[in-house]
């Protein structure tokens, strides 16, 4: 039962990411040229480094996004027919610049980040920075500032003036009277409106559990059982939205709020050693996780979270029969980090998260000495991306440790615990 159902779900992928992968070829170009391409989201990597050139897009509706140092990047739709001629992408790049207005004082000279700008009064058009302006008159600096200019604005310095009797440092005599400052002030014009990238991400998730728990310790056999279970099935939505990308802050775009909630699929029959009544397992398991992902280099991406998670791997038994039974309803704090590389259409990451245990249900009230749990979970796998739709592959171990106290005529006494669950994971779903 457990190959047909990973066998069913591997075909589900692969016919889907089959479908989605019917690309067609389309040719790129920029005014000015070398501008890297993108589909869809730049977190994927470009589709190429430097325009003109040609990229494979899935056939759909897609946006290029067109990306040149020092210019404003473009957001373009694009609907890709399955049939027919695709227009060539043709994009003028306006450069990301800003323009610094200098008043005056009349024939004063200028520097921007250090270089010759002239005499004022001028206009300088200069990059989305914080740049650093020098006003001179007669080599006594009547403005020395750095003014923040955004792309499309115009930021207005009126430097401090020389008071009467001393504007151009003649024979006037008025050169060193006092001066009054004036705060610079900036003229807002409109902007670019950035092009939203995605806003949610749905998918339907499947895992195969294999799960092996066992004490150490024990002086009460007859009451404490290990427990074996192999093909364990649990399946349920997993949602991530992006709400920095949302409410359009760039600062926040990384970050994401994930929920995971999974239901046993296949519950088992457990017989023997002492089981009297019918005893079957029951599995479930649920997320509510808060992430923040940076992209480095364009290849490579870092994450770390915080979060809920829930695993529940308990039985549906008599009172009598759950006693023998290892029922444990494992409800932790999660600490994680995940790293992974972009590589075009797929994504291998690897990832690491330290689960602190706040309490493990039946098994916890089994010894009322005390218990101290704590968990882990490591990962490796695979993301594939084919325009919108999205699959994974994922190999996981989750291991709990028990730390058990007990009195000298308890009814359990051992002195520790390990439950180990291996997984395999395999999703598909669809980003907007």
């Not at 700008?117 to 006003?135: I, L």
């Not at 080599?139 to 955004?150: C, I, L, P, T």
């Not at 994930?258 to 079957?280: C, E, P, S, W």
Request: with cysteine; proline share 5%.
């Amino acid at each position: 039962m457990v190959r047909a159902v990973v066998a069913t779900a591997m075909v589900v992928i692969w016919v889907g990411v089959a479908d989605a992968g019917s690309g067609r070829k389309i040719a790129v170009e920029s005014q000015p040229p070398g501008a890297a391409v993108y589909l869809n989201e730049k977190e994927a990597g470009p589709k190429c480094d430097g325009t003109p050139c040609t990229i494979e897009a899935p056939v759909g509706e897609q946006t290029i996004i067109i990306e040149l140092k020092d210019h404003t990047t473009i957001f373009q739709p694009l609907v890709v027919p399955k049939r027919g001629r695709i227009p060539k992408v043709s994009v003028k790049l306006v450069p990301a610049v800003g323009t610094i207005v200098i008043e005056g004082p009349p024939g004063a000279s200028v520097q921007i980040d250090d270089i010759d700008q002239g005499k004022a009064p001028t206009r300088v058009d200069v990059s989305e920075d914080a740049h650093h302006v020098v006003v001179t008159v007669d080599g006594k600096s009547v403005y020395d500032q750095f003014v923040d200019v955004s792309t499309g604005n115009e930021t207005t310095v009126t430097p401090k003036q020389v008071a009467a009797g001393g504007g151009g440092g003649g024979d006037g005599g008025g050169g060193d009277g006092d001066i009054e400052g004036v705060e610079p002030k900036v003229v807002k014009t409109a902007s670019p409106k950035r092009t939203r990238d995605r806003f949610i991400s749905a998918s339907a998730a499947i895992d195969i559990g294999f799960r092996n728990f066992s004490y150490s310790g024990v002086e009460t056999p007859q009451k404490l059982r290990d427990e074996k279970e192999g093909g364990q099935v649990l399946a349920g939505p997993l949602i991530e939205l992006w709400p920095g990308e949302l409410i359009g802050i760039d600062p926040l775009r990384g970050l994401s709020l994930l929920a995971r909630l999974q239901f046993g699929l296949n519950k088992q029959d457990v017989t023997g050693n002492g089981i009297m009544d019918k005893t079957n397992t029951f599995w479930q398991s649920m997320e509510f996780s808060l992430r923040y992902r940076r992209t480095i280099a364009k290849k490579f991406t870092a994450e770390a979270g915080i979060g809920y998670v829930r695993d529940q791997y308990q039985f549906e038994a008599s009172p009598t029969d759950r006693d023998l039974v290892p029922d444990v309803d494992y409800q932790s704090v999660r600490l994680g980090v995940r790293a992974s590389m972009l590589l075009d259409k797929f994504e291998p990451y690897l990832s690491y998260e330290n689960r602190v245990v706040t309490s493990g249900g039946k098994l916890q009230d089994r010894f009322a000495a005390g218990t101290d749990a704590s968990g882990y979970r490591v990962a490796i796998g695979l993301n594939a991306r084919m325009g919108s739709f999205l699959g994974r592959i994922e190999g996981g171990l989750i291991n709990y440790s028990w730390d058990i106290k007990f009195e000298p005529m308890a009814t359990y006494r051992a002195t520790g615990a390990d439950d180990s669950i291996r997984q395999i994971q395999i999703a598909i779903g669809y980003q907007y």
